[in-house]
């Protein structure tokens, strides 16, 4: 991570995890499996690449598990965030 903004990526990873996570199960379940990557900015200006996935986890049966990895472009540092979300009763 880049010693000026130690906190960056992780604070992205999170932020980002949140806001995947604040879909409905039916609409997770909609686009499961699916991921994506783009382009942003951490809050200390950083440029980085957010790669977002849904995928179906292996336990609890029938979850989703989320998953955010915000890094550093052409680079292998970055942080993870990940979630799983169990399918609502």
């Known amino acids: 991570m880049s010693p000026e903004h130690p906190d960056d990526l992780s604070a992205l990873a999170i932020e980002e995890l949140d806001a995947a996570c604040a879909l409905s199960w039916a609409e997770m379940k909609?686009?499961?499996?699916?991921?994506?990557?783009?382009?942003?900015l951490t809050a200390g200006g950083?440029?980085?690449?957010?790669?977002?996935?849904?995928?179906?986890?292996?336990?609890?049966?029938?979850?989703?598990?989320?998953?955010v990895e915000v890094r550093l472009p052409g680079t292998r540092q970055g942080a993870e965030a990940r979630a799983v979300i169990e399918p609502s009763r």
């Not at 909609?30 to 942003?40: H, L, M, N, S």
């Not at 950083?46 to 998953?67: D, N």
């Open 30 to 40: 909609r686009i499961t499996p699916w991921g994506d990557t783009y382009a942003g």
């Open 46 to 67: 950083l440029e980085v690449e957010v790669e977002r996935r849904y995928i179906w986890a292996h336990q609890p049966e029938g979850a989703i598990a989320i998953e």
